[in-house]
């Protein structure tokens, strides 16, 4: 992948009639402007694979595919022609625009590819539409008209910038800086960012672009002859290829690195999770986050419970569900909020809450159910009659402050239980049972209800299958690729698994209700908070507790309808919200349903009974605080094997010197070819440690000389007289062991190898400075060499291989083309 | 004359020879069998030449090593710089400090074939034609001014260098051994003269600038060369048997496959290096090999290390490359190019040889002693 399109341009490259003066564009053009072309293509296309997972499916990869190509060959068709840059820089937006033109408007557009009064219109229309996708949909979004389009465009402008910036301004590593451009969107809006495909494509695309620059247009102080040499090129592709496979193993082998607390800082995302998208999937991005973000707080003078609901989901049919879409039929929030259903329950409980969602941003509102008025908006808002969803026509939730006035019906049991009219008045988009659900659900759902019952009794029978033991509460399944998936096949991997957490389990009820035959939908939004401890005097209503919810409270739950009392949350979620009275099972009849961590919801508990998990709102099985006795334990241990472990890494290098000149001077038969040889690597080593390393070119006997000659061994016949003449001595019988004659008899006899090693190490550690001392043996340049070379030896032997088949492809090409010459010559 | 005729009769015999025209290993001198010189004689035969030389020639005991390096080697050897550096003095110096024939011949445009290589005479009384040697019949000779003769007579001289012996009429004269040529050339006065080509430079093993003595020797030689002439006090140090003895001990040396790769890959890189239109020809590398083991014997070694093969190269090497014409407009000399090559070229010495080097020995210690042993 890193390679491939090296290989496919370089051997093209090379036979190519090349320019070889400093200004290839004036004296001769050739190949350079379509090759740096393709080059750019490349690397704008491979950049846009990163998008993939912003965009859902691949079915937009072919409109940006032809335009950037468009755009890139106008560009180098008229560079060709040697046009002025500006007039290439020009062409490109002629073409970008034509190309686009084709592309989404050729209805209205002259000719087809020059846009018209009505392009203009339809222009308008297609960035509303993107600017709606990108508010209120969430990542990935279904690939429409307008955002493909508004990519296109971006991709193209991003063509012609980077073209500009390589090309005439004569900048081409600044060209990172467009493809930078393309790659910060996946990483902020996909929860598992760039991914390896679409960083690997950038990356090797911005080197393909480097590698043409240069391999065209070198610099102009090179010289004459070192320019352009094959070995540049697999230099230089070799050293690409291994920092682009560094950067892509480095997070692989190092753990935590794009998770834990690592994402909020390697993801650049400075809005919080919770921003504007489709709250179905942003939700489990949401309950994941580490710290709680989007804080939204409110005060109400509510005695039950209060759940914040931003928007509900009704239409169960297709892969991924997302908010009601009834734009049509909103209708400004201005005076009374109306629900379209007659209440006949006895009591109504009218609340007034105060709410400000600080950093909250979303195109909706959060607000308790069911609204009345709101008072306080800033900016133009509408509502849903069907479902009271709150919709920032020009504006978004971020900084609101505001008060609702909602209205709930007193609910009981034996109400709901009685309320077994026939359903009416209701849109048949909360009937329709959706098509293709899966076996599984729908068996489910009719074991669980059994035959009969009133409506009220099967819900209640569906809640308590859904809170049964059987199910485990966990944000970590069923995730798919990547991103939750809430379609009907996540719901019977759910029903399968018995394992999820709240989009599953509303979700699940919502659908069961359905096939039942009770009208049902998903609210999204977020379940009761925490108490601040702080107080709020709303004007004219009083002084109200404040409480706060955050992305961890984020929550889905279905709604059910009854006849006569309208819409009924209940909450299916085994240890998340608070079960609502009337929906608690007949033995704890009458219990306040709370659970763990809602203790303080109600007004008048002492909060300091029960003391808050603070640390994790989230009750994850398994990481209950109960189990803290061994756990204690735990960090010290690890961080004992932590540390030991750092030490061990720290002074391997130390180690492994010490091993390897052990190992050297283990031999002691001095006449041993292997034992003068290990004693000769010991030497260098040495040398190489305490800073003078042997060149490559250097003779055994000029290294010696050069060793004894730096003020490394200081003058001989003085202290240092025995490292001189371990020096000499440790060279001679290297030479003559390496050079002479096979039989060569042994000069006399000397000291040990291991003796005359230590002197040599006892002179140079006294000559030199503290800190070589220190680096040679705690990082001593001979291993780190040596593991250097460990390392980039399959690397080196790929670029062999590499080069090989190119060479080959190369003489296989020439090969063939004079075939093809001469019968066509002769 | 009959250059063409003897040319023609010496193909034929060289084709049964080694392709690189190398003279015949000293085996004989006069009919007596020559035995190789001990290491102890072999130092201080040398270290009396190498006195005898320093003392008439200040300040050049490079230059003087080098010469005796390439008498040692069997080589002939190319003296090139500006007149007056005490090129011919030099040859002469090392003529006379061996006891054994010189002969000087003062090259000139009008100098013919035959005065180099000798003529048949036909002699009245004895009715029959003699052959009377001519000025290359000597084991040192003296070219002086090599470039001012013809082309014809440059090529006869070569010739002799090169086998060793004369062709004369149909009959071979076998030229004494130890042979050496010392040509001189001057490269400034080039009007009217006929400069080696390259081809026929290769012949020569090693070329040597003389370069100016440096300021203390310039002086010192004022001082001692006033009166008299240097050579006068010159005597013989050895004799021509030593010397041949010591050509023997050179040819004993021991090359070992280290050293073998190390001196091919020096000739491959020049071949492939793009500063260079034409590299090191098989023939220079044997040469170079030749001068290293020399080179080894005078260190007092039995054996030749890379160092050896890198002292000696840039005088092999250099007279016989010729330079790119981008390299030669850059300032490129050969001596640097052939000094970047060596400071580039790797000399494998690190562990990760030593396997291979252990595998190869076995074959190490036959081929080479087949190849080597033959000498003597």
Redesign the interface.
């Known amino acids: 992948m890193t390679l491939a399109p090296e290989k496919r341009t370089s051997p093209s490259a090379q036979p190519l009639p090349l320019p070889s003066g400093k200004a290839p564009g004036k004296a001769r053009v050739g190949a350079y402007p379509w090759v740096m072309a393709g080059a750019l293509g490349i690397s704008v296309c491979g950049a846009a694979l990163s998008l993939n997972g912003v965009l859902r499916g691949w079915a937009w990869y072919l409109p940006v595919l032809t335009t950037v190509f468009v755009v890139c060959l106008t560009m180098a068709a008229l560079r060709a022609v040697r046009a002025q840059p500006l007039l290439v820089t020009a062409g490109g937006f002629a073409s970008l625009i034509a190309i686009l033109t084709l592309t989404f408007f050729r209805g209205t557009g002259i000719a087809g590819i020059i846009p018209s009064g009505d392009t203009m219109k339809d222009l308008g229309r297609f960035i509303r539409r993107a600017s709606e996708t990108v508010l209120a949909e969430s990542a990935p979004v279904a690939p429409n008209a307008g955002i493909v389009m508004v990519t296109c465009a971006v991709l193209g402008l991003t063509v012609i910038l980077i073209d500009a910036l390589a090309l005439p301004l004569g900048m081409p590593a600044t060209t990172g800086l467009g493809l930078f451009a393309i790659l910060i969107v996946p990483a902020m809006v996909k929860p598992q960012s760039v991914g390896v495909w679409g960083f690997s494509a950038a990356v090797a695309g911005y080197l393909l672009i480097l590698a043409c620059s240069q391999w065209f247009a070198p610099d102009a102080h090179t ?3 070192t320019a352009r ?1 094959p070995g540049q090129l697999k230099r230089a592709a070799l050293t690409g290829s291994v920092a682009l496979v560094a950067t892509l193993i480095i997070p692989m082998a190092i753990p935590g690195f794009d998770r834990g607390t690592f994402p909020q800082g390697s993801r650049v995302n400075p809005w919080g999770t919770s921003t504007g998208l489709n709250p179905m999937i942003t939700l489990g991005n949401s309950l994941r986050t580490p710290a709680g973000t989007g804080r939204i707080t409110y005060a109400t003078n509510a005695v039950t419970p209060l759940y914040l609901r931003s928007v509900t989901v009704d239409n169960f049919d297709g892969d991924s569900w997302g908010p009601d879409d009834r734009d049509a039929s909103r209708q400004p929030v201005a005076g009374q909020i109306e629900t379209g259903y007659e209440i006949l329950a006895d009591e109504q409980l009218t609340q007034v809450t105060a709410v400000d969602t600080g950093a909250f941003t979303s195109p909706y509102l959060p607000v308790p159910y069911a609204p009345e008025s709101i008072r306080g908006l800033d900016g133009r808002w509408s509502w849903d009659p069907a479902t009271l969803s709150i919709k920032g026509v020009d504006t978004n939730s971020r900084s609101q402050e505001y008060t609702v006035v909602s209205s709930v019906p007193r609910l009981t049991a034996s109400l709901l239980d009685r309320s077994s009219a026939a359903v009416r008045g209701i849109s048949e988009d909360f009937t329709r049972v959706p098509g293709n659900v899966p076996d599984i659900v729908r068996t489910t759902a009719d074991s669980v209800t059994g035959s009969g019952g009133s409506a009220y009794a099967k819900a209640m029978a569906i809640q308590r299958y859904l809170r049964s033991a059987d199910f485990t509460y966990s944000l970590q399944s069923p995730v798919q690729g990547g991103y939750d998936g809430n379609g009907l096949s996540v719901l019977a991997d759910f029903l399968a698994q018995k394992s999820g957490y709240c989009i599953h389990y509303a979700s699940a009820m919502a659908v069961m209700a359905r096939l039942e035959g009770i009208p049902s939908r998903i609210a999204v939004g977020y379940a009761p908070g925490r108490l601040t401890g702080a107080t709020v005097t709303v004007a004219g209503q009083g002084v109200f507790s404040e409480y706060e919810v955050d992305a961890r409270d984020a929550h889905a739950w279905p709604e059910l309808y009854f006849q006569g009392l309208g819409w009924v949350p209940f909450e299916p979620t085994p240890s998340r919200g608070v079960v609502p009275e009337y929906a608690t099972e007949s033995s704890t009849f009458g219990a306040p349903g709370t659970l763990d961590n809602n203790d303080d919801l109600i007004p008048g508990t002492d909060p300091s009974a029960t003391p808050l998990p603070s640390a994790t709102p989230l009750p994850l099985p398994g990481g209950g605080p109960g189990s803290d006795a061994g756990s204690q334990m735990l960090p010290w241990l690890l961080g004992l094997a932590g540390a030991a472990g750092l030490l061990l890494l720290v002074s391997s290098p130390r180690l492994v010197r010490i091993g390897v000149r052990a190992g050297r001077l283990r031999i002691t038969d001095p006449p041993s ?2 034992a003068v ?2 004693a ?2 010991e030497l ?1 080593d040495l040398g190489t440690d305490y800073g003078l390393p042997p060149g ?7 290294y010696s000389a050069r060793l004894r000659g730096s003020r490394l061994l200081g003058e001989p016949g003085g202290m240092d007289d025995a490292a001189h003449q371990a020096v000499i001595s440790l060279t001679a019988d ?3 062991h ?5 039989a ?1 008899e042994s000069p006399g006899r000397q000291k040990p190898a291991a003796a005359r090693i230590a002197a040599l190490q006892a002179a140079l550690r006294a000559n030199v400075t503290r800190g070589r001392r220190l680096r040679a043996d705690w990082l001593p340049p001979s291993v780190l060499a040596l593991w250097g070379r460990i390392l980039t030896a399959p690397f080196r032997f790929i670029g062999r291989q590499v080069r090989r088949t190119v060479q080959a492809a190369a003489r296989s090409w020439s090969r063939a083309r004079d075939g093809l010459r001469r019968p066509s010559e002769g | 004359m009959d250059s063409h005729r003897r040319t023609a009769v010496n193909e034929i015999e060289t084709a049964s020879r080694n392709f690189a025209g190398i003279a015949e290993p000293v085996t004989q001198l006069n009919g007596h069998k020559v035995q190789a010189m001990d290491a102890a004689a072999f130092h201080s035969a040398s270290q009396r030449i190498l006195k005898e030389i320093n003392t008439v020639i200040d300040g050049k005991s490079e230059a003087a090593k080098l010469a005796l390096t390439v008498l040692l080697a069997q080589g002939h050897l190319l003296l090139e710089d500006v007149p007056g550096v005490g090129k011919t003095l030099l040859a002469k110096t090392l003529a006379r400090t061996i006891d054994c024939t010189v002969s000087r011949i003062q090259f000139t445009p009008d100098l013919l074939p035959s005065d180099v290589t000798g003529v048949s005479i036909y002699n009245q009384s004895s009715r029959l034609f003699e052959f009377r040697p001519g000025a290359v019949f000597a084991n040192i000779v003296i070219g002086d001014e090599i470039n001012r003769a013809s082309a014809k007579t440059q090529s006869a001289l070569l010739e002799c260098m090169e086998e060793h012996q004369v062709t004369v009429d149909g009959h071979s004269y076998k030229l004494d051994e130890p042979f050496m040529v010392v040509a001189t050339q001057n490269p400034i006065e080039m009007e009217g003269t006929y400069p080696l080509p390259e081809a026929q430079r290769d012949r020569f093993m090693a070329r040597i600038f003389m370069g100016y003595p440096d300021k203390a020797s310039e002086i010192e030689m004022l001082e001692t060369h006033q009166a008299t002439s240097p050579l006068s006090k010159v005597s013989a140090v050895v004799t021509a048997a030593d010397v041949a003895a010591m050509i023997a001990a050179v040819q004993q040396v021991y090359v070992s496959q280290a050293v073998k790769e190390y001196t091919v890959s020096v000739g491959r890189a020049t071949r492939d290096s793009p500063l260079l239109r034409l590299g090191a020809s098989p023939r220079s590398m044997l040469q170079l090999l030749r001068a290293g083991k020399a080179t080894a014997a005078l260190d007092g070694r039995d054996f030749v290390l890379p160092d050896d093969v890198v002292n000696v190269a840039e005088s092999v090497l250099a007279h016989r490359i010729i330079l790119d014409r981008k390299a030669a407009s850059a300032g490129e000399t050969p001596h640097s190019v052939i000094r970047g090559i060596l400071n580039r070229l790797p000399v494998s010495q690190d562990l990760a040889g030593a396997p291979a080097r252990t595998a190869a020995k076995p074959d190490a210690r036959t081929a080479p002693g087949s190849g080597f042993r033959r000498n003597h």
């Open positions: 010289p004459a002859d040499n070819p292997a040889h290990m000769w690597s260098r490559p070119s250097e003779t055994p006997r000029t290297f030479e003559r390496t050079y002479g004659p096979p060569g």
